[in-house]
């Protein structure tokens, strides 16, 4: 048997044929299986007489899916992004504490408003800040590397709206741990937030830095192509 496996290798090394594994991502839910129902409405509609569910298998719900009515997967998502090692619910309740700034920070803008007018104006719902602080992140113009002849150039291409979202994201976390000893770090996540909800602050300043970034290397433009 060893002989056998000997001859084999030598065979395989002068004939220079590369040894490679394939890995191949089986999942447990082929064809046959359907999407769950992920909302809270239509679990309570009744299943119609024809309906596919009667009869076909239904996918087993993810960790991250809920019915709950005030879930927000842009939320989510943001927190599943500022996980460390693995400590989910310490980052849920950063983001909390969050939007605890938040909200103190835009009610005391509030009642420092002189008229009516001016406080129908200030949002006071933090996850709406949240939301438009993101959306005001969100860089039009991305950076992306191209090999031409052996030399990497700086490409600007425009960002797709998931690209957009994750930079948005990305940054504001990064913006939130730029921060000094003496905050804590859903403090200066909090003021970023209401920051960039005025368009101001780290998140706003590193998606400048990306725009000017894409400027200079304007005339790689059409490598992109």
């Keep these: 048997m060893a002989a056998l496996c000997r001859n084999v290798t030598k065979l395989i090394l002068r004939e220079k044929r590369p040894i490679c594994a394939i890995l191949v991502?089986?999942?447990?839910?082929?064809?046959?299986?359907?999407?769950?129902?992920?909302?809270?409405?239509?679990?309570?509609?009744?299943?119609?007489?024809?309906?596919?569910?009667?009869?076909?298998?239904?996918?087993?719900?993810?960790?991250?899916?809920?019915?709950f009515t005030d879930f927000d997967p842009v939320v989510q998502k943001f927190i599943n992004m500022m996980v460390k090692g693995g400590?989910?619910?310490?980052?849920?309740?950063?983001?909390?504490?969050?939007f605890e700034v938040v909200k103190r920070a835009q009610l005391e803008s509030y009642h420092k408003a002189s008229s009516e007018e001016m406080k129908a104006t200030i949002e006071l719902d933090p996850v709406v800040v949240f939301h438009q602080a993101l959306e005001n992140g969100e860089p039009l113009l991305i950076i992306t590397k191209?090999?031409?002849?052996?030399?990497?150039?700086?490409?600007?291409?425009?960002?797709?709206?998931?690209?957009?979202?994750?930079?948005?994201m990305k940054w504001l976390i990064e913006?939130?741990?730029?921060?000094?000893?003496?905050?804590?770090?859903?403090?200066?996540?909090?003021?970023?937030?209401?920051?960039?909800?005025?368009?101001?602050g780290g998140l706003i300043k590193k998606k400048q830095e990306m725009h000017k970034l894409c400027e200079t290397n304007k005339a790689f433009a059409h490598l992109s192509y």
């Design 25 to 67: 991502r089986n999942s447990k839910y082929d064809s046959r299986y359907i999407e769950n129902i992920k909302t809270l409405e239509e679990l309570k509609q009744p299943i119609p007489p024809g309906d596919i569910r009667h009869y076909k298998k239904i996918k087993a719900a993810v960790t991250d899916d809920n019915s």
């Design 146 to 168: 191209v090999v031409k002849s052996g030399q990497t150039y700086m490409v600007p291409i425009a960002a797709s709206d998931k690209r957009k979202k994750f930079f948005s």
């Design 87 to 98: 400590n989910k619910a310490l980052a849920r309740s950063h983001l909390e504490e969050a």
């Design 175 to 200: 913006a939130g741990m730029e921060k000094d000893r003496s905050k804590r770090f859903y403090q200066q996540l909090g003021e970023e937030i209401v920051a960039a909800y005025y368009h101001k």
